[in-house]
């Protein structure tokens, strides 16, 4: 009770938080704390009411983001398919934001169809990845996202797999906006939440995200400022990561817009259709007989 | 956003698109129809014998109607997308065989725990696994009462005809959207795929429900409480300022996660069971044939229900006493008319299509009073009239033969 009217007078953002939920149940230095408040900012100054907003999450550490955390209508669903619900909420409201926050191995472990279909689709949701390179929740087991050679509790010898690489992966599935940031880069994450909130069809912001419990501590980075640390040396841009090869590659994150074309969206033309059929068969009021 | 399916725009639709009279038309388009009737508006499906046909008649005739059909890569994401379109507001509603339905259960189980109005329909096809893909069966009633995990509470209604598939999906939509539960059609792979005639009534005909919404903000704040005193809360859909937190993890009244305190699950997941208790009679529906001087009952459902009776008519005729009762809400379980019944009767035969499932249920209600003999068919080929009625005969035969010791 005392630690939340802290919050609340401290805090700009407070407002878009659900004070019963609160304090998080987020580890002391988890990134996860950077990312609700690079949202929060971005509803804030894009002035999104949240009465327009719809969060949707999954399981995990990150799904708890923005559910129950976030004041908004929220749906907390079951691993790995946040996306699937999220596509039947879009339909039903087209004219509310569809956003799902949640993480690496929800989204693209055990969701990886959901979010590549949703992106073929072209669906208007907002997807806020945050890759932490692990399953956190569960304490710390591999994840399809973590780093070759990594240490796990299910890798304790090495990681012998190659992560995979999600924003590529989304965007030739044929997104309208895909993203990579990192919790360091908090304004360019900032700004590239509003514009992934403002494109119309499938987008999403991979956020590079420390968990210094998990994965830090077994990987020779306990603290979040090492973990900080690390993500900004090896941090490379698009266009610099062009003229690299795989092996100067490996190990770096790549960060920078991917992707930033609006195409046909799923809602519309979905909408769009029922006016076709709807003239086709004369079904409009003024056919009536 | 809302559609009840009784709004004058939609009857018009209804009237214009689907006039009342005789058609001739599959099981699967029956339920299709009874949906569109029912005022479903959300299908999200994956196709899978013999099932597919009841996607491809909503991908056809949901557009005229305003509403929304969409394929989902897989059965997972299908129950995924329906429940996520429940929430704001809309009746939906997924399809699928075995295989699909064994993969729902996650997301089933989810929606029965957020209390989320759903039409799964199941339409039977001989297992386990791929089976016989092509070949309808009974194998899924208890799949379909625990498919899911955990304590859970369910309805599940089984058709016998192509026009029952048409009413009995609308009575579907009716028990989901009263109760916010899950409903699942267990359907079948032979009247599914078998044409019949079928009358398609006029749509003002058609009573249909829809869910509770909150009177105001304060009942908003209880997505999960008894606001009214009945355990059903209102449903406090997405898109209307509410903030509402739905989870599928224990929660308190007002949706927020609470899994250290015991008592926070306790009072939950009983009010889910106790909800349907107290609105048993709502929900329980049964057909009885020549009952009221029954010596030997047959208890049948779904598909095994028609040459049950056509066997009990025979009989009938031979003065064997036979009668019969088809559970059509198959859980609940219609324990205890059948209790009642078991104490007129000197032996009760279960004919369904698989080894013994419904059967089980029934010797549990009756304990050891009687005996209850199974009268199980697996292949694909429907049991037949003379098969029941061979049993019927045995079975009278064994009751002369007693009473003669």
């Given at each position: 009770m005392c630690m939340a009217k802290q919050i609340y007078t401290k805090y700009k953002m407070a407002k878009y938080l659900r004070k019963e939920a609160l304090p998080t149940a987020l580890c002391p230095g988890c990134g996860g704390g950077t990312v609700l408040n690079a949202f929060a900012n971005a509803i804030d100054e894009l002035k999104i009411d949240p009465r327009e907003l719809v969060v949707v999450s999954g399981i995990g550490c990150s799904a708890w983001i923005a559910s129950p955390y976030f004041l908004a209508d929220t749906l907390h669903t079951t691993h790995g398919r946040a996306i699937a619900f999220a596509t039947g909420v879009k339909v039903g409201l087209p004219d509310k934001k569809v956003v799902v926050i949640s993480g690496d191995g929800d989204l693209a472990g055990i969701g990886g169809n959901h979010l590549i279909h949703a992106a073929r689709r072209n669906i208007d949701i907002t997807v806020i990845l945050v890759n932490n390179f692990i399953y956190g929740m569960t304490g710390g087991q591999v994840a399809p996202?973590?780093?070759?050679?990594a240490i796990t509790t299910t890798t304790p010898y090495r990681n012998i797999e190659h992560p995979l690489k999600i924003a590529e992966t989304v965007a030739s599935a044929g997104a309208s906006y895909v993203a990579r940031w990192t919790t360091f880069h908090v304004y360019q994450l900032i700004e590239s939440i509003k514009k992934a909130l403002n494109v119309k069809g499938f987008s999403l912001v991979e956020v590079i995200s420390q968990c210094p419990v998990q994965f830090g501590r077994r990987n020779r980075m306990k603290t979040p400022a090492e973990m900080l640390r690390w993500f900004s040396k090896n941090s490379i841009s698009i266009s610099k990561a062009k003229n690299m090869s795989p092996e100067e590659l490996e190990g770096k994150i790549v960060i920078g817009e991917f992707v930033n074309k609006e195409k046909a969206e799923f809602t519309e033309e979905l909408n769009k259709l029922i006016d076709e059929v709807a003239q086709y068969y004369s079904l409009g009021d003024e056919d009536a007989d | 956003m809302i559609i009840r399916g009784d709004e004058p725009e939609q009857i018009r639709l209804l009237k214009k698109l689907y006039p009342k009279g005789n058609y001739f038309m599959q099981g699967d388009e029956a339920i299709a129809y009874g949906a569109l009737f029912a005022g479903c508006r959300f299908y999200a499906g994956y196709p899978i014998t013999p099932a597919s046909e009841i996607a491809e008649t909503m991908a056809r005739e949901l557009p005229k109607l305003r509403g929304y059909y969409i394929q989902m890569e897989d059965e997972i994401g299908s129950i995924a997308a329906v429940v996520g379109a429940s929430w704001t507001g809309l009746k939906s509603m997924t399809a699928t065989s075995g295989p699909g339905f064994s993969l729902m259960q996650e997301n089933l189980g989810y929606a029965v725990f957020t209390e989320t109005p759903l039409v799964l329909v199941d339409v039977q096809r001989s297992g386990p696994s791929t089976g016989q893909a092509t070949k309808g069966a009974q194998g899924d009633f208890f799949q379909a009462r625990w498919g899911t995990h955990g304590d859970h509470p369910i309805i599940a209604i089984s058709p016998t005809s192509v026009e029952d598939s048409f009413w009995e999906t609308i009575r579907a939509f009716n028990l989901s959207e009263k109760f916010r539960i899950p409903v699942i059609l267990l359907a079948d792979g032979i009247i599914g795929h078998t044409r019949e005639q079928i009358r398609i009534p006029d749509p003002e005909e058609v009573e249909i429900v829809y869910r509770k919404l909150p009177a105001n903000e304060e009942e908003a704040k209880y997505p999960f409480g008894d606001v009214h005193g009945d355990l059903i809360p209102p449903m406090p859909i997405f898109g209307n300022g509410y903030f509402t937190h739905v989870t599928g993890s224990t929660h308190k009244e007002n949706g927020l996660r609470d899994v250290y305190t015991p008592e926070v699950h306790d009072r939950l997941v009983r009010r889910l069971h106790k909800k349907m208790e107290v609105h048993e009679k709502e929900i329980q529906k049964w057909e009885e044939y020549y009952t009221d001087d029954v010596e030997i009952l047959l208890v049948s459902w779904g598909v095994s229900a028609r040459p049950s009776l056509g066997a009990v008519i025979e009989t009938r005729k031979r003065g064997i006493k036979a009668g019969l009762i088809v559970p059509k809400t198959v859980h609940p379980f219609p324990g205890k008319r059948i209790r009642e019944l078991s104490k007129k009767a000197h032996v009760i035969l279960v004919p369904e299509m698989n080894l013994g499932q419904m059967i089980l249920e029934v010797q549990r209600v009756v304990r050891k009073e009687i005996p209850v003999i199974g009268v199980n068919k697996i292949g694909g080929v429907p049991l037949t009239v003379e098969e029941i009625l061979k049993e019927i005969e045995s079975s009278a035969e064994r009751s002369r033969h007693r009473s003669a010791d």
């Open positions: 996202t973590t780093p070759f050679g | -």
